[in-house]
């Protein structure tokens, strides 16, 4: 038998109520997807070639996806990255003063995105390795799309979930059950026997569906 639980993406604890995953759901995808509806809708498929890196962060909206990705101090090395020049993960933490713990960080999590690409150079007489490192901040927007469209397929998931399920709540511990679960337990709570009530889920259901039309009308635009 087994309860509605998860793990919170931001701090890994598991978390067994719906209480609390409406909580989580609300913080991992409904303000993260406003950014990225934001920005699609704003530009859509704009071409950023001409665009510099420091209009794109003047912009909220990618400001805010890039902060939540990268962090405060991975802002600071977009920030400072000098020009369209390729240059090592030491170079770039000796020009822009930042710790290179820091800047590898920053380089490695944007190249997991395709916002970052680095060449390799060997030298000849020391076998050393050199990566030289560019901005392909450029793919912003397909990046985004991305996202998006895997955060609509896992939403629409858990929407189908929340649609073809009934549960039972135990307000006592509050732990929610499907309705198989539930009839297992003869309606009792197996914590402290307490019975077990129905759970209408009509508003997570609702906002699930709004979030799922929004993000699909987004994706239709891009």
């Known amino acids: 038998m087994s309860t509605l639980i998860g793990h919170s993406r931001s701090s890994g604890d598991v978390w067994g109520s719906k209480r609390d995953s409406v909580k989580v759901w609300r913080r991992d995808y409904a303000g993260y997807q406003d950014f990225c509806v934001h920005i699609l809708t704003v530009k859509p498929g704009e071409i ?10 003047d912009d909220p909206a990618i400001n805010a996806y890039l902060r939540r990705m990268i962090g405060d101090d991975g802002i600071e090395v977009l920030r400072r990255f000098p020009g369209d020049e390729e240059h090592s993960d030491e170079e770039l933490a000796e020009i822009t003063g930042i710790n290179l713990n820091t800047v590898r960080h920053t380089l490695y999590t944007l190249y997991e995105k395709r916002l970052a690409e680095y060449r390799r150079l060997k030298n000849v007489e020391t076998g050393w390795l050199t990566y030289l490192w560019h901005l392909r ?4 927007y397909d990046v985004i799309e991305e996202d998006l469209r895997d ?16 549960f ?32 209408d889920n009509e508003l997570l259901v609702a906002a699930l ?14």
């Open 48 to 57: 950023l070639s001409m665009v510099s890196v420091a209009e794109l962060l």
């Open 151 to 166: 955060a609509v397929e896992k939403l629409g998931a858990r929407l189908a979930y929340e649609e073809t399920n009934d």
């Open 168 to 199: 039972y709540m135990c307000r006592d511990c509050s732990v929610i059950y499907t309705f198989a679960d539930a009839a297992d337990w003869s309606f009792t709570c197996p914590n402290c026997d307490a019975t077990l009530e129905h759970f």
């Open 209 to 222: 569906r709004k979030r799922v039309e929004k993000i699909r009308e987004s994706l239709g635009s891009a």
């Open 137 to 140: 901040l450029d793919r912003i």
